[in-house]
């Protein structure tokens, strides 16, 4: 990916009306699991990113619905957000302190990238590094005890770390920044703000107190 382009990235939230048509002309649209964003949030599909660990690596892999799906079907490549040997790693520490998630850390990545391969998708696992940085960028907006930064913010920072050049338009919808409790949404909400006010991106309109996160 290289140039001047629109990267569209459309979380599963409320996407006010009439924000379809900008969607859908930007020149790469990146959508989150089940797409739930394909609607009033336009249904160019380019990217579809992935929870690849946990219940819904699981739901997603099971069952054909989603591999189905319309937007699925469409992208040509499929992002896995999660680093299976970090979430390894926090199997341990989350079974003392979030006993409740013993699946949280189940690596379904060899499924996605299975079926990647036999539809002819390009698979793409972000980085541990991606996610170790933004933790480090997070502590400095005083974020409550978080488990990890939801997917929607891995792949921000993923896209202007690794993906965007310095002339292309980073711009984000469905973003509402609530959510799973233990994703840090306060502090992600500041830390997108920071983004937008340095210029790193920018909202495709301003966020809606009803608006669900990423």
């Given at each position: 990916?290289?140039?001047?382009?629109?990267?569209?990235?459309?979380?599963?939230?409320?996407?006010?009306?009439?924000?379809?048509?900008?969607?859908?002309?930007?020149?790469?649209?990146?959508?989150?699991?089940?797409?739930?964003?394909?609607?009033?949030?336009?249904?160019?599909?380019?990217?579809?990113?992935?929870?690849?660990?946990?219940?819904?690596?699981?739901?997603?892999?099971?069952?054909?619905?989603?591999?189905?799906?319309?937007?699925?079907?469409?992208?040509?490549?499929?992002?896995?957000?999660?680093?299976?040997?970090?979430?390894?790693?926090?199997?341990?520490?989350?079974?003392?302190?979030h006993p409740d998630l013993d699946d949280f850390c189940d690596d379904y990545t060899v499924g996605f990238e299975s079926f990647s391969r036999s539809t002819g998708r390009h698979v793409r696992i972000v980085s541990a590094a991606v996610h170790d940085q933004l933790d480090r960028d997070l502590a400095g907006f005083s974020p409550n005890p978080y488990v990890v930064p939801s997917s929607g913010l891995i792949v921000i920072a993923d896209i202007l770390s690794n993906i965007a050049t310095a002339d292309d338009d980073v711009v984000l919808a469905g973003f509402g920044h609530v959510g799973w409790e233990w994703h840090p949404f306060d502090a992600e909400r500041r830390y997108v703000d920071a983004l937008a006010a340095g210029g790193r991106l920018r909202r495709l309109h301003p966020l809606s107190s009803s608006s669900q996160g990423a």
């Open positions: 990916m290289s140039g001047s382009r629109t990267i569209m990235i459309v979380g599963n939230g409320e996407v006010p009306d009439g924000a379809s048509v900008s969607i859908d002309a930007a020149d790469i649209v990146v959508r989150f699991n089940d797409c739930r964003s394909v609607g009033s949030g336009g249904h160019k599909t380019d990217i579809v990113a992935v929870c690849n660990t946990g219940r819904p690596g699981l739901a997603m892999l099971g069952g054909g619905r989603w591999k189905t799906s319309a937007p699925v079907r469409q992208a040509r490549e499929i992002w896995c957000v999660r680093s299976g040997a970090k979430f390894a790693a926090m199997r341990v520490g989350l079974a003392e302190t």
